[in-house]
């Protein structure tokens, strides 16, 4: 019986309350929400981002055509250019089955260019059969000096297998770089692929998170390699991706693969006000999670990041009279992008570092922004155990609001339903910044609906949640359960997708308390556990696993002291196990880690799994 008191007042829910998360994860940004169709279009891929790149990655050529890093480049950011030496070509295959076209649509051509000889460029468009798909483009290199050529070409019939090819018939040396092909028809003409966007749109997000997760807080945070001026492999830093597309640099990305940066925080904070979300920026703290143990003990490094953070606010919201106010203006937009909030770090594993930084950016970011809202992090992904020690810390700092992260199992979010009814009100406010149930497929989608109506009880406490991962190509998957799937042409939401799009349009004003009495209908359900301390770690020990029903009786136990997992199995594929002094201990952790109870008798959702993980 759900008793509901209609007189009385309950907590506010803000316009903010359900956002999205978007991480460069699962090739999210280029080849996805970027609509650029060349692949690798900057010959910079290398294999520092990813063993398999060369510089001709996404290209095949034809006559001497070779990849060359020397005094003749584009600029000292964009380093690696193309030589053709006539006559010859190169073919670019674009993403997944190739460049998507459609017909009659039109598609933005440009390149930068010098040459040594008169003889024109000629650019192409065709299945990769061959059938032309366009009529070819002849752009004339008038000089030896670089400058950038453009032109429109127009579909002739619809493909998903297009090719891109540039070549040159007559001899001579011709240098290029940023070969590029956009469709015209962007999302609001903002350059981001316009189905992909939409459907981002259509869920009426309150926030945009970007861009990461462990993207951002991972990498070296060291300065440009003097020699070279080159910042390959380093963390996510916002001043690598404004500016003009051929002055960055592309980085290694944290995912493995190489990152463009043509999507980057100019783009995030456009694309946040086009679909009328508060932007959310994550910034690096200077301490390495997501499997590594490093802190800077570099001090003015570390203020360099806070000068950073500093300059990023001032670039959103700066005047154009400002240095970065200014760049914003020049990049399109003298308007203030209105930014409110900046987290600092992301599931750091190291408490006391993350925290000391922590206060450092927050101190300097109030000092100068006192209304920008600072928020902290309660560490790992701890499948919502909720480690003490960082929320312990944010308790007693006055923090504003802390980021937890959780992905589990469907089970643990029925049971978790009351999570926040207990959280202190007067402490730091909560932004559930990841979660995800995994493992049963649809049952992911009504666990997560059931959890958020927790969320939206507890909305005095809870004042943003996102779930995590948005995007995933379905041909380079790192990552699932994910919302939104697709290809070069098409793409779908999963079931969460439609349960969160139920939940984000038709977000209340207010909750009108209820209570509910009587029994609870649950669904009979293997019991799975997730245990662990987070995905990252390089070994984990478990000990004193039990199931147990809500009036305590033991079902299922195990100290694993006779050396033996009795009643425990995990998922196979995921690291070893072993049985080992009393633990049962995982090592390769290489991904989330599920442990099964094997028990067949225990087969209900209302049991409890008490775990002790140690390292
Ligand atoms: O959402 C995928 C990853 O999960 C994020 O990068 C990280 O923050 C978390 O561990």
Redesign the pocket.
Known sequence: TITVDSGAAGAAIGDEMYGV?F?D?NYAADGGLYAELVRNRSFEFNATDNRSYTGLTGWTATGAAATVDDDARLNERNRTYLRLTGPGGVTNAGYNSGIAVSRGAAYDFSVWARSDSASALTISLATADGTALATPLKINVKSNTWSRYAGTLRATSTSDTGRLSVSVTGSGTHRLDMVSLIPRDTYKGHGLRKDLAEKVAALRPGFVRFP????VNTGSHYAYDQASNFPRARSYQWKDTVGPVETRATNAN?WGYNQSYGLGYYEYFQFSEDIGAAPLPVVPALVTG?GQNRATDDPALLQRHIQDTLDLIEFANGPVTTTWGKLRAQMGHPKPFGLTMVAVG??ENLPDEYFANFLKFRDAIKAKYPAITVISNSG??DMGVTFDNLWAKNRAAGTEMVDE?Y?NSPNWFLQNNERYDSYDRSGPKVFLG?YASQDAKFFNSLAEAAYMTGLERNADVVKMASY??LFANIDNVQ?RPDLIWFDNDESWGSTSYQMQKLFMTNVGDRVVPTKVSGGRVVQPQPITGRVGL???RTAARYDDLKVTTPDGAVLLSDDFNDGNADGWSPLTGRGTWAVTDGAYTQTDVAAEDTMVAAATNITATDYDITVKATK
């Open positions: 998360f991480e994860i990461g997760g462990c993207l944290f997501c992301n599931e790992p992904d992260h992905y990841e995590a991962p990552w987070s995905t990252w």
